[in-house]
């Protein structure tokens, strides 16, 4: 399984920015799909998650300023980050849990980071 993600690059605070993730490869099923990002010097931290029926997750600091959505037949994940702010500068990477074909439980994978700048 591969993910592609695009998207990123710099935005001055307060406007927004969308990224996608787009996972391909000998894919049977996706469960849950998500974005995370890593700051400098900080740890690796959920952003979104969004299961296969829709249901979303969010964590508390992006709360009614991002959201996450998925485009189920094209096995792609999407970010849309509005109200940005130097907070949210960070390498942006998607994650997948699927299930490929001749497996029977679901793998996480990492796409490579797209990187997000917020500066004036």
């Known amino acids: 399984v591969q993910l592609q993600a695009s998207g990123g690059g710099l935005v001055q605070p307060g406007g927004s920015l969308r990224l996608s993730c787009a996972a391909s490869?000998?894919?049977?099923?996706?469960?849950?799909m998500g974005w995370y990002r890593q700051a400098p010097g900080k740890q690796r931290e959920l952003v979104a998650l969004?299961?296969?029926?829709?249901?979303?997750n969010y964590a508390d600091s992006v709360k009614g300023r991002f959201t996450i959505s998925r485009d189920n037949a094209k096995n792609t994940v999407y970010l849309q980050m509005n109200s940005l702010g130097p907070e949210d500068a960070a390498v942006y990477y998607c994650n997948v849990n699927a299930v490929t074909y001749g497996s029977l439980r679901p793998v996480g994978y990492w796409g490579h980071g797209t990187l997000v700048t917020v500066s004036s």
């Open positions: 490869g000998s894919i049977s099923s996706i469960n849950v």
């Open positions: 969004i299961a296969s029926g829709g249901t979303t």
